[in-house]
């Protein structure tokens, strides 16, 4: 700031500041440092921007040199940029007539060519679709059909999309429970149908199995909106909420029960097994204690 535009801003400001802020902002003023500028570096950034600008509209005009165009378009050297020029090359030419583009193949083209390929042959590989299930963690899996989107809480792999079944424990209300025998009665309808035919007695009792988990399902869904069934809910999640104190009062022994409701079929037949062997060796082994008690008070003189 000159001696004339210090004077002209202070006679705006006269009154403004005191003397001791005055010389504050004097003293800022002249501890700030100046900033160099480095016209050279300036002026060649600007000339070099002229000319890449000038490049361009030459190329829009159709007046440009071969030799140009990889820099213009920004391509680093390598093996295609050949292919790179002759392409832009031919775009170019072909703005603002009626003749066709005529290319080389892009340099990308057997890339996506080849991923097709693969893609495809890894589609004709894969099996024919044969429904699969797994258990993980004590939940059922399923292996859904091919095209099936998938859902939060599917796995997706390999194989296809996995979708965990839902359990009876997993049901909250009463429509839920119902929806669920619905669903387990459609799977073993259809599983029964494929499998004996539609003429079959075993057939016809899980159709009729199935219409009445239809019925229910029904049903449960009309009972939502009566007063009295959402006391009942009311009265059954108060004693859910309080079964393990209800049960631990109650209890002989100190550990409860095992918890069977999320086990499949062959886990619990598994479980009952393992019991029952479980109680025979406990009986021999009260056998076998009463039959040596007996030798030892025989024996005792």
């Known amino acids: ?29 002249r501890e700030a440092p100046e900033t160099a500028i480095d016209a050279e570096a300036h002026s060649a950034a ?4 002229r000319e890449h600008e000038d490049r361009l509209s030459r190329i829009f005009a159709g007046d440009f040199d071969a030799e140009e165009v990889p820099d213009i378009i920004g391509i680093a050297g390598g093996d295609n940029d050949e292919t790179y020029e002759a392409h832009f090359v031919a775009v170019i030419e072909s703005i603002g007539t009626d003749h066709p583009i005529e290319l080389e193949p892009h340099p990308r083209e057997d890339q996506r060519k ?31 059909p091919p095209g099936t989107q998938p859902m939060a809480g599917d796995e997706v792999c390999e194989d296809g999309v996995w979708r965990p079944r839902s359990t009876l424990a997993m049901c909250t209300s009463r429509y839920d429970k119902a929806a669920f025998e619905f669903y387990e009665a459609q799977r073993t309808y259809d599983a029964v149908l494929e499998k004996h035919g539609p003429d079959a007695l075993l057939t016809r009792t899980a159709y009729l199995a199935l219409e009445n988990a239809r019925a229910v399902r029904s049903k449960a869904l009309k009972d939502a909106d009566d007063p009295v069934v959402q006391g009942w809910d009311r009265v059954d999640a108060h004693r859910k909420e309080h079964r393990e104190e209800y049960n631990a009062s109650r209890r002989e022994r100190e550990e409860p029960n095992a918890d069977l409701s999320n086990l499949t079929p062959e886990e619990k037949l598994k479980h009952r097994n393992a019991q029952k062997a479980a ?20 024996a005792a003189p």
Not at 46 to 49: F, I, N, P, R, Y
């Open 114 to 144: 080849a991923l097709e390929e693969r893609l495809r042959q890894l589609e004709s590989d894969r099996p024919a679709y044969a429904h699969r299930t797994r258990t993980q963690r004590k939940v059922v899996w399923d292996l859904l």
């Open 279 to 298: 109680r025979k060796r406990e009986a021999r082994a009260k056998e076998k204690a009463v039959k040596l008690a007996a030798e030892s008070a025989a």
């Open 1 to 29: 700031m000159n001696t004339e535009e210090f004077e002209k801003l202070q006679a705006e400001c006269n009154g403004l500041f005191s003397g001791e802020e005055w010389a504050v902002i004097l003293k800022v003023e």
């Open 46 to 49: 600007a000339l070099t921007d």
